[in-house]
């Protein structure tokens, strides 16, 4: 089959590493890169290092508000559908290139599987929140990564389509760890102590946008008693520097470029705690067994918050810096994301499916 796949932003080019891998041992997998993320160090050096193949397409659809962005990118898809004509398009995750490719090729009647389906974080003031249900309503495969994102489509009434295959997260992370320890030197080049230092990212609109609440987290970093590693996103550097709270940072506060994927999984692996707003660092921190401080009220991952590996304190100096104290000490249940084989999960339903409906189309 002609499988187009679509990515645009760093989760989306780590989780289609492995799966890419599985598709082309069968089938003809042309890459479509939005552009959605187009810094090289939030880009290039993944399929650099992730030795995902050179993509196909590449949309140059850069920033915007969302609705320019998911617009660009829905009409220049499109125009690749047309030409290309897919038996099957495939989606990751929540972001704008995910919506937008959705539903370029569902206007087309394309069939589209949608990795990671049934995520809900029950807010809908978030623009992710919005983009996975919308996908998930258009998909006709429904990959999921754990059974609560198959129970949550089922009280949504989806139920056809729905397989659970557990997390390509997993996947990535078993086949980039070894790597990662034989390659990386950022902690020695950064002069840390292993286990002695927090690493940090915020890059969520609710935080990067409200100068309140960059404040809050920021004044929790200064405080929380450890070295806080903070690679910026450069959505996070310009509220940083519009709010002028760059120059409020403090010694303990270091800010440095965003990381290659071996880079950021060598430094959160041995690392003290983890602080974040994204929801993959969420699970890739459970998985490690790093306990992870949620700058955020709510998380689309549950399952990280069993045993307190993972808790939620929105922007709230006072509750980051509680967090930050606390000690866990209980085990994590590293099976809850699968066994690391989801991508070859993911490629036997599509060769699956197709064979019973001939190729999808």
Partial sequence: MKIISIVGARPQFIKCAPVSRELRKEHEEILVHTGQHYDPEMSDIFFEDLQIPKPDYHL????????????????????????????????????NSTLAGALAAAKLHIPVAHV?????????TMPEEINRIVTDHVSNLLLCPTQTSVHNLAKEGITLGVHMVGDVMVDALRHNAILAEKKSQIIKELGLKKGNYFVATVHRQSNTDDRKNLSAIIEAFKYSGKTVIFPVHPRTKKYLREYGLLNSLSDTIRCIEPLGYFDMLHLMKHAKKILTDSGGIQKEAYVMGIPCITLRENTEWIETLTGGWNVLVGADTRKILAAVMADVRTTTDNTIFGKGDAAKRIAEVVKETGNKTRGFL
């Fill in 60 to 95: 140059d659809v850069g920033s915007g508000s969302h609705g320019k962005q998911t617009g660009a990118i829905l009409e220049r898809v499109e125009e690749v559908l047309l030409k290309e004509i897919p038996n099957l398009v495939l989606v990751y995750g929540d972001t």
């Fill in 116 to 124: 990671e389906a049934g995520l809900r974080s029950f807010d809908r």
